[in-house]
């Protein structure tokens, strides 16, 4: 029970220094790829509601999104020491038709791994 315990703390505690490595990488223009989300939407990417996109007269597709490269255009620290991430499509396009950029949590979201470097 013990050293089960111990592993488990071990690789908890791996895991968080790799995401806080990972983060001090990526600089801006870094490019990284979006993967698959964790449920139906990205958590840590904040990309518009299905609703504003459909208003809007886009097609709601976060599957075509799977795969695509970005870029890292700004980063932000915050107050509580997260880092935030303005982040725009490679080819120059804009997400959805309609927004040249999105933010993202870029810890949280390289630890789930919506994003990879």
Do not use: W
């Amino acid at each position: 029970m013990r050293t089960t315990l111990l592993i488990l703390a071990f690789c908890l505690g791996t895991s968080s220094l790799f995401a806080q490595g990972t983060t001090e990488t990526i600089s801006q223009g870094t490019v990284l790829t979006l993967s698959s989300p964790v449920g139906h939407n990205y958590k840590h990417i904040d990309f518009p509601r299905r609703n504003f996109i459909i208003k809007r007269g886009a097609v709601a597709d976060y599957n075509s999104l799977i795969g695509m490269e970005i870029i890292v255009k700004e980063m932000v620290t915050g107050t509580d020491g997260s880092t935030k991430a303005i982040l725009e499509r490679k080819d120059g396009r804009p997400f959805f038709r309609f927004y040249p950029t999105v933010e993202a949590n870029l810890e949280q979201a390289l630890a789930v791994g919506e994003l990879k470097s």
